[in-house]
């Protein structure tokens, strides 16, 4: 049975990630996460003055609608706000897990999203995507990618395996901790109903799913946690 210890990292867990397309330059730098049908998340590095018209091109071929930062600006925002993408900042200390208000916005950026998405889905060939980054793209962002798995009622632990199925390094033993043990799901989001999607399968509880267009399988998501398995609750 794998252990806790399993999840945490160390310096030589970063490794090679899923690429998204072997035509794109950012290949290696881009992670597209599943959310729901209509909607979906992309985890990457920060682009500079320098290189945003590379990620540029990219956003319009993923329909990249939105671009949270949660660290210092390192481009215009003008550069992207001028294309029609929103660039929302987010900010909190590198390494740390985000504060309150900054998943209070998350939250509400992703519902808004969603919404739209549903109601535009008929009209929109390609899901909704909102792109989110730190320096690297692998603790802060993937954070509050998780969170909003978590808060779409996928299990602590699965979410961070499936986040690092799709990038590999991603979260340090801190944000792992916080996410596994300490982070609570939302009063509202616990009463939700959650559509049916990739991720939320009524099918099989154990089946696989493979996003569109990801080209790889996602890990079944099975529908107990290692650590509620071995230590029966979340608190420990």
């Given at each position: 049975?794998?252990?806790m210890?399993?999840?945490?990292?160390?310096?030589?867990?970063?490794?090679?990630?899923?690429p998204?397309?072997?035509?794109s330059?950012?290949?290696?730098?881009f992670?597209?996460?599943?959310?729901?049908?209509?909607?979906?998340?992309?985890?990457?590095?920060?682009?500079t003055?320098?290189t945003?018209?590379?990620?540029?091109?990219?956003?319009?071929?993923?329909?990249?609608?939105?671009?949270?930062?949660?660290?210092?600006?390192?481009?215009?925002?003008e550069?992207?706000?001028?294309?029609?993408?929103?660039?929302?900042?987010?900010p909190?200390?590198?390494?740390d897990?985000?504060p309150?208000?900054?998943?209070?916005q998350?939250l509400?950026?992703?519902?808004?999203?969603?919404?739209?998405?549903?109601?535009?889905?008929?009209?929109?060939?390609?899901?909704?995507?909102?792109?989110?980054?730190?320096?690297?793209?692998?603790g802060?962002?993937?954070?509050?990618?998780?969170?909003?798995?978590?808060?779409?009622?996928?299990d602590p632990?699965?979410?961070?395996?499936?986040?690092?199925?799709?990038?590999?390094?991603?979260?340090?033993?801190r944000?792992?901790?916080?996410?596994?043990?300490?982070?609570?799901?939302?009063?509202?989001?616990?009463?939700?109903?959650?559509?049916?999607?990739?991720?939320?399968?009524?099918?099989?509880p154990?089946?696989s799913?493979?996003?569109?267009?990801?080209?790889?399988?996602?890990?079944?998501?099975a529908?107990?946690?290692?650590?509620?398995?071995?230590?029966?609750s979340?608190?420990?």
């Amino acid at each position: 049975m794998a252990s806790m210890s399993a999840y945490y990292t160390s310096s030589s867990a970063a490794g090679p990630r899923k690429p998204l397309g072997k035509s794109s330059p950012l290949a290696n730098s881009f992670s597209l996460i599943e959310y729901d049908r209509d909607l979906r998340f992309l985890i990457m590095d920060c682009p500079t003055n320098n290189t945003i018209a590379l990620y540029l091109k990219e956003f319009a071929r993923l329909n990249v609608t939105d671009v949270v930062r949660v660290c210092e600006p390192t481009y215009l925002r003008e550069r992207l706000e001028t294309h029609g993408v929103r660039v929302h900042d987010l900010p909190f200390k590198d390494g740390d897990v985000p504060p309150s208000t900054v998943l209070k916005q998350w939250l509400e950026l992703v519902n808004e999203r969603l919404c739209d998405a549903v109601s535009e889905s008929a009209a929109q060939p390609v899901p909704k995507t909102i792109a989110v980054h730190c320096v690297a793209g692998l603790g802060r962002a993937p954070v509050l990618v998780a969170v909003a798995l978590i808060e779409k009622g996928m299990d602590p632990l699965d979410s961070i395996e499936h986040v690092r199925h799709k990038r590999r390094g991603a979260f340090n033993n801190r944000q792992i901790t916080y996410l596994a043990d300490q982070y609570k799901r939302t009063a509202a989001s616990k009463h939700a109903k959650i559509r049916a999607s990739p991720l939320n399968s009524t099918a099989s509880p154990h089946a696989s799913a493979s996003p569109a267009g990801s080209g790889t399988a996602v890990p079944a998501i099975a529908p107990k946690s290692f650590f509620r398995k071995m230590f029966g609750s979340s608190s420990h």
